[in-house]
């Protein structure tokens, strides 16, 4: 079977505009995660991670006109640009696709003078800006599967390669902060009073954020730069079949999609990245599922204390964290945990840790009772 | 011989339903959302979290119905080795409009949790998989158009690799008044029984451009 | 309080789409959320919006949703009480 490989990666965040960037300013113990008073976004103040508009726009500027692109198109091109600069691989030809992940897009419009039925509200409209700017030849792909689309997208790109279907899959998961998102989230009553605290006793909500990540795939050994050594494994998504907005109380489809993925992996992750999203429920199922399936023990993280939950964006952004855990053998702690909160006890990583990263599990869950699970190792 | 074949499909539009070609059930005059409304009724789905749904789940639901169901009894597909697999054009736009209407007035800022949680294509996706109790590969593509090729390819895909063994395929498009909805059943069987059509793009082209 | 209750079932039905049920079949001092109507944790968050829109009923904290929420006749008892939970 054809091995599928990460060779590139970028993210944009709060916290920075490269991988890089964001992990020393996690090891720094830094979050993003700021109260914001802006009436054109909440009546009240709230506690989110936004990317910082004078850099983006600064950045964009560099090699566009930021008027002719809106915010979340800036972030991806950037993002998408970085990644595909530090590989060797000819992107142009029928061999390559592109996904975009993303839950809501330039949802912003909506809200805007430029009318309800605006062309750039409609996401494949979105992604094939995005492709036609890269010259990607094949139509592009849209996954919205609420937070799972990220990972799901990564996991529906490394079949098509390994189908033989392509060579080469450019990931890109985007989504911003909006009213129309904020608001959302605040009549379900699931933003959270402080930054959001991971799995911590004290959890009571989830913080939002904004960002932009981008992941290539291929099945060439020799595209990338850099030395490269991660292998994408087997990733699978399954579906609670309970409620649409709440979590399963036997945490059903994650258990089902991580104990799908362990049967079919070499052997146990050395690390979890988490969902990890801060609500009361949300930890509990995890937990729940992941007691299930045996993995109750293995060290396990979340990355949202740091730049919040960026939804359709997350499951990429959080998956080139991993890979940059992997790349330079180290586990960042779940940022706002302090003490254990959960029923079933998990293995929290609360500091930095220098160890060998052989292999990560990486799992996401959403809206619609969507989950979906995903194995990365190193050759 | 073992083939995947198109075991049951359906086609909602234009106020009409039609199930493996033959038209089945027709309400004119009516709107979107009262067409919905006597279809349910006519499927006898005894189903109340129906009348919860927003406009592109009803679709769903009721496509998922038309194809489940054989002489009045629905046929059951639980667990993890049935896939659904949906796309459109518009994702859940039909009801970011209304969600946008509850937040454009802060004098009558109520955004709603029923409106909001229908903000996203894939939950259309969680409504058949807890009616039916499925729990297997699901995903939401958004896409131009139905896009025949990509759609076989991928499920294909999860067949060949034996994700899944059946999976609820379609189109299913809700824009305002634009109402357009394509549904097939895919199944992985030994041996092809006459009536039985073979999986493939130009099929799929043909029953979505097939008129009621 | 009568005319309330009535108001209230029939504005329950409207806000959760209770399409198939008339007031007549709710009965005011049955709780809401156990069996009954087989409501959901969005229906209890939508009967918050509820309150706030109609009634200028601001609800805290989760607690303080379970009593009123409890039944319609808990949520008359608020409203009447100008808002507290009445216990």
């Known amino acids: 079977m054809t091995d599928v490989f990460i060779v590139s990666d970028n993210i944009i965040t709060s916290l920075g505009f490269s991988t890089g960037e964001n992990a020393s300013n996690m090891t720094a113990g830094i979050t993003g995660?700021?109260?914001?008073?802006?009436?054109?976004?909440?009546?009240?103040?709230?506690?989110?991670?936004l990317v910082d508009t004078d850099r983006l726009r600064g950045t964009f500027s560099q090699i566009l006109d930021p008027e002719e692109f809106t915010r979340f198109e800036q972030m991806a091109i950037l993002s998408i640009k970085a990644a595909v600069a530090a590989t060797k691989i000819d992107f142009s030809g029928e061999r390559t696709l592109f996904i975009l992940s993303t839950t809501k897009g330039n949802i912003d419009l909506l809200g805007k003078n430029t009318g309800k039925n605006d062309p750039g509200l409609y996401l494949w409209h979105t992604a094939k800006r995005l492709g036609d700017f890269f010259r990607f030849r094949i139509n592009p792909l849209v996954i919205s599967n609420a937070c799972t689309s990220g990972l799901q997208a990564v996991i529906t790109g490394s079949r098509l390669i390994r189908a033989g279907y392509y060579d080469n899959v450019v990931i890109n998961g985007t989504d911003i902060i909006s009213e129309f998102v904020v608001s959302g989230f605040s009549s379900f009553k699931s933003?959270?009073?402080?930054?959001?605290?991971?799995?911590?006793?004290?959890?009571?909500?989830?913080?939002?954020?904004?960002?932009?990540?981008?992941?290539?795939?291929?099945?060439?050994?020799?595209?990338?730069?850099?030395?490269?050594?991660?292998?994408?494994?087997m990733g699978f998504s399954g579906n609670d079949a309970n409620h649409i907005s709440g979590p399963s109380r036997t945490g059903e489809g994650l258990f089902l999609v991580t104990d799908r993925v362990m049967k079919n992996s070499p052997s146990m992750p050395d690390f979890i990245s988490a969902h990890g999203t801060g609500t009361l429920y949300n930890d509990e199922m995890e937990a729940i599922a992941l007691t299930r399936a045996g993995l109750q023990n293995i060290p396990v993280n979340?990355?949202?204390?740091?730049?919040?939950?960026?939804?359709?964006?997350?499951?990429?952004?959080?998956?080139?964290?991993?890979?940059?855990s992997m790349n330079n053998n180290v586990l960042f702690p779940t940022k706002g945990f302090r003490e254990?909160?959960?029923?079933?006890?998990?293995?929290?990583?609360?500091?930095?840790?220098?160890?060998?990263?052989?292999?990560?599990?990486?799992?996401?869950?959403?809206?619609?009772?969507?989950?979906s699970a995903l194995y990365l190792f190193k050759t | 011989m073992t083939g995947y074949y198109i075991t049951g499909y359906c086609i909602i539009r234009n106020n009409e339903a039609s199930v493996n070609g033959k038209p089945v059930f027709s309400a004119h005059g009516k709107n979107t959302r009262e067409f919905f409304t006597d279809l349910y009724k006519f499927l006898d789905s005894d189903y109340p979290k129906f009348h919860k749904m927003d406009n592109l789940c009803k679709l769903g639901f009721l496509s998922s119905e038309l194809i489940l169901k054989k002489n009045g009894v629905r046929t059951i597909f639980s667990g993890s080795d049935t896939g659904v697999i949906l796309a459109n054009?518009?994702?859940?736009?039909?009801?970011?409009?209304?969600?946008?209407?509850?937040?454009?007035?802060?004098?009558?800022?109520?955004?709603?949790?029923?409106?909001?949680?229908?903000?996203?294509?894939?939950?259309?996706?969680?409504?058949?998989?807890?009616?039916?109790?499925?729990?297997?590969?699901?995903?939401?593509?958004?896409?131009?158009?139905?896009?025949?090729?990509?759609?076989?390819?991928?499920i294909r895909c999860l067949l060949d690799c034996e994700i899944i063994n059946r999976c609820i395929a379609g189109w299913l498009q809700v824009d305002g008044d634009d109402c357009d909805a394509m549904m097939c059943l895919i199944e992985k069987t030994d041996k092809p029984i006459s009536g039985f059509v073979n999986f493939e793009p130009s099929v799929i082209r043909d029953i979505y451009n097939l008129r009621i | 309080?009568?005319?309330?209750?009535?108001?209230?079932?029939?504005?329950?039905?409207?806000?959760?789409?209770?399409?198939?049920?008339?007031?007549?079949?709710?009965?005011?001092?049955?709780?809401?959320?156990?069996?009954?109507?087989?409501?959901?944790?969005?229906?209890?968050?939508?009967?918050t919006v509820l309150l706030e829109k109609k009634y200028g009923i601001k609800i805290k904290t989760a607690e303080e949703g379970k009593k009123i929420l409890y039944s319609v006749k808990s949520m008359a008892d608020c409203i009447i009480a100008g808002g507290k939970a009445w216990d």
């Open chain 1, 191 to 233: 933003l959270s009073t402080g930054p959001c605290r991971p799995f911590d006793s004290t959890r009571d909500g989830l913080s939002l954020g904004e960002g932009s990540g981008t992941i290539i795939l291929t099945n060439n050994k020799g595209a990338s730069k850099q030395t490269f050594r991660i292998r994408v494994g």
């Open chain 1, 340 to 371: 254990p909160g959960l029923e079933n006890k998990l293995n929290v990583i609360d500091r930095v840790i220098k160890t060998e990263v052989n292999a990560c599990l990486k799992t996401a869950s959403g809206f619609g009772g969507c989950n």
């Open chain 3, 1 to 47: 309080m009568e005319k309330l209750v009535q108001t209230l079932k029939e504005e329950i039905i409207e806000a959760l789409n209770l399409v198939e049920m008339v007031p007549e079949d709710i009965n005011e001092e049955a709780p809401l959320f156990v069996d009954g109507l087989g409501l959901d944790s969005i229906d209890a968050l939508e009967l």
């Open chain 1, 33 to 49: 995660i700021r109260l914001i008073s802006d009436e054109s976004l909440s009546p009240d103040p709230f506690y989110v991670s």
């Open chain 2, 89 to 154: 054009s518009s994702s859940s736009l039909d009801t970011d409009r209304m969600h946008q209407v509850t937040i454009i007035n802060r004098a009558a800022y109520f955004p709603s949790p029923a409106v909001f949680v229908y903000t996203l294509p894939n939950i259309v996706i969680g409504e058949i998989c807890i009616r039916n109790k499925i729990t297997g590969e699901g995903s939401f593509f958004i896409q131009e158009k139905l896009n025949p090729v990509f759609l076989t390819d991928y």
């Open chain 1, 302 to 324: 979340s990355f949202k204390g740091y730049w919040g939950h960026t939804l359709g964006a997350a499951g990429v952004i959080e998956l080139a964290m991993c890979v940059h």
